[in-house]
């Protein structure tokens, strides 16, 4: 059996009281506990949900809230590691670190999509990075799609009963949800005119059209998702991208997109409608 925990702390306002407002309360600890259940089942089946029941394999209990702010505990239960299916993609040392593993895509996950850490293409090292690497192309940035709406379930009760959600591990602060996350996950300002922008491919999903771009504009990745009828020889020009890549060539194309923006400006995706290789000499 392994366990993974989690310390959900509200503080500020009414949860200074040890109470929060009893709606918006429910909802956000709702929407937090089914963030980490949907990445689980992911973990779990290799499959990507939104509704309905989830796998067995890990079970997410939430305990009562006590005193001190007002706190309640989340727990993931894995009985059988080795039936997992992030076990099969990382192999028999996955069954040892399964805890560890699984609680690194969570936090990561639940990050991105609250605007906190930005990953870049290239420079990573350490067991996470290689983790990542080894999940199918693309699904963290479609995990990150899939929790949003939880998420800003999530953040309900923020600026509207307390002012923060601390996420913890035993006393290890992991992530923080407060004002500024809640602008970020609510607020998408999706641009009416079509941009260019000279892109390389670090992620991509032919199946669900989800991946992930390096700016280097901005110095940071941003995902991206595809147009459901793109310019022709788009999917063409994305997968030639990723190759070079993968092979340490230079991998720059062009793509026309529409831009969707966070309330403070950031750059949160990309929306592709065509993408084109670019000449030698243009990129000279």
């Given at each position: 059996?392994?366990?993974?925990?989690?310390?959900?702390?509200?503080?500020?306002?009414?949860?200074?009281?040890?109470?929060?407002?009893?709606?918006?309360?429910?909802?956000?600890?709702?929407?937090?506990?089914?963030?980490?259940?949907?990445?689980?089942?992911?973990?779990?089946?290799?499959?990507?949900?939104?509704?309905?029941?989830?796998?067995?394999?890990?079970?997410?209990?939430?305990?009562p809230a006590r005193q001190?702010?007002?706190?309640?505990?989340?727990?993931?239960?894995?009985?059988?590691?080795?039936?997992?299916?992030?076990?099969?993609?990382?192999?028999?040392?996955?069954?040892?670190?399964?805890?560890?593993?699984?609680?690194?895509?969570?936090?990561?996950?639940?990050?991105?999509?609250?605007?906190?850490?930005?990953?870049?293409?290239?420079?990573?090292?350490?067991?996470?990075?290689?983790?990542?690497?080894?999940?199918?192309?693309?699904?963290?940035?479609?995990?990150?799609?899939?929790?949003?709406?939880?998420?800003?379930?999530?953040?309900?009760?923020?600026?509207?009963?307390?002012?923060?959600?601390?996420?913890?591990?035993?006393?290890?602060?992991?992530?923080?949800?407060?004002?500024?996350?809640?602008?970020?996950?609510?607020?998408?300002?999706?641009?009416?005119?079509?941009?260019?922008?000279?892109?390389?491919?670090?992620?991509?999903?032919?199946?669900?059209?989800?991946?992930?771009?390096?700016?280097?504009?901005?110095?940071?990745?941003?995902?991206?998702?595809?147009?459901?009828?793109?310019?022709?020889?788009?999917?063409?020009?994305?997968?030639?991208?990723?190759?070079?890549?993968?092979?340490?060539?230079?991998?720059?194309?062009?793509?026309?997109?529409?831009?969707?923006?966070?309330?403070?400006?950031?750059?949160?995706?990309?929306?592709?409608?065509?993408?084109?290789r670019m000449d030698i000499?243009?990129?000279?």
């Amino acid at each position: 059996m392994v366990e993974v925990g989690y310390r959900l702390r509200y503080t500020g306002d009414e949860a200074e009281s040890n109470r929060l407002p009893a709606h918006r309360g429910a909802v956000s600890l709702e929407g937090v506990s089914w963030s980490v259940s949907l990445i689980a089942n992911y973990l779990a089946t290799g499959k990507m949900k939104t509704r309905g029941t989830l796998s067995p394999e890990i079970k997410a209990f939430i305990y009562p809230a006590r005193q001190g702010s007002f706190i309640n505990d989340l727990i993931l239960y894995i009985e059988k590691p080795e039936n997992l299916f992030i076990t099969s993609v990382l192999g028999s040392y996955a069954v040892g670190t399964a805890g560890q593993v699984i609680n690194s895509v969570i936090v990561k996950v639940m990050k991105e999509v609250c605007g906190i850490v930005s990953r870049h293409i290239g420079g990573q090292t350490g067991d996470e990075e290689k983790w990542y690497s080894l999940l199918p192309s693309g699904d963290m940035e479609a995990l990150v799609d899939r929790i949003e709406p939880s998420m800003r379930r999530a953040h309900e009760v923020i600026n509207e009963g307390a002012s923060n959600l601390l996420i913890l591990q035993r006393q290890t602060e992991l992530i923080v949800l407060n004002g500024v996350t809640k602008a970020y996950v609510n607020k998408n300002i999706i641009g009416d005119e079509l941009v260019e922008k000279e892109v390389s491919v670090g992620a991509l999903n032919a199946n669900t059209g989800n991946g992930r771009f390096y700016l280097p504009q901005i110095g940071k990745t941003v995902p991206f998702s595809v147009d459901k009828e793109p310019a022709t020889g788009t999917y063409q020009a994305l997968t030639y991208s990723l190759d070079q890549y993968v092979s340490g060539r230079p991998s720059t194309i062009q793509v026309t997109c529409r831009e969707v923006l966070a309330l403070d400006g950031r750059i949160k995706k990309l929306i592709v409608s065509g993408a084109r290789r670019m000449d030698i000499d243009e990129l000279a």
